[in-house]
């Protein structure tokens, strides 16, 4: 009991997370840079974000190779939220390596705080990166935030994806974790902007919330597929634990 305390201790030193944060980042970019990837909607995205900023969203999943690809090919002022607990800290230390601002705070405590943080570095001209299907789930099911974000502000939210063919698939995991391996063939995709109107009844916002959960999942599947894997599909709704988690 004594040494998995100490264990744990040592493992959530700042030194600890600031070492394994740089040797996620340094992993992250030996992928990124051996693999040969196709990508697909690079200039459409570019040329809707000209003059403008907007809000990234891309499944918790494979979320971990977007500060690869963002710094590769956009480059921009980008905001992220994270978590404040051990978990977090790591990722924040991980997107600074990226030059990605983390956003301390928690959809699940003090969310209102959370939101106000993200509003105000979209409307500072940072882009800003959901993963709308974290920090616990379902899997691959949008949640409201990148629509309350869209709405407010007027930017064009933009689905972001990617697959290799060389992958772990964590099974266990709830989000089906893809840890990516060197040397594969890939795929990373951009959809199209989908823009919210500033006015909208509660049954137009869940039709746009729906819409754009079909968008990214679409993305996911046509990527998986392109890459030669079997789709990671969405969590099933008929499953009571999912249903509570979302609603």
Known sequence: MALKKTLRKILRSDTVIRVLSFLLFVYSKIVGKTCCWRLHGIDEARAAVKNTNAVWVAWHAKATMMPFFWQKLFNRKMAALVSPHHDGQLIAHFLHWFRITPVSGSTNENPR???????????????????PDGPRGPRMR??????????????????????????????????????????????????????????????????????????????????????????????????????????
């Open 113 to 131: 705080q959370s939101a106000l943080e993200l509003m105000r570095a979209l409307q500072n001209g940072y882009d800003l990166f959901i993963s």
């Open 142 to 247: 949008m949640k409201k935030s990148p629509i309350y974000y869209a709405q407010k502000t007027g930017k064009p939210v933009i689905c972001a994806c990617f697959s290799l063919n060389r992958a772990v698939i964590v099974d266990k995991a709830w989000d089906k974790t893809m840890i990516s391996l060197p040397f594969g063939r890939g795929v990373f995709a951009l959809s199209e902007p989908l823009y919210v109107p500033a006015e909208l009844t509660d049954d137009e916002f869940e039709k746009y919330r729906l819409k754009l959960e079909n968008m990214a999942n679409e993305l996911s599947v046509k990527c998986d597929q392109e890459a030669g894997r079997k789709p990671i599909m969405p969590a099933d709704f008929n499953d009571i634990k999912t249903k509570k988690r979302f609603f």
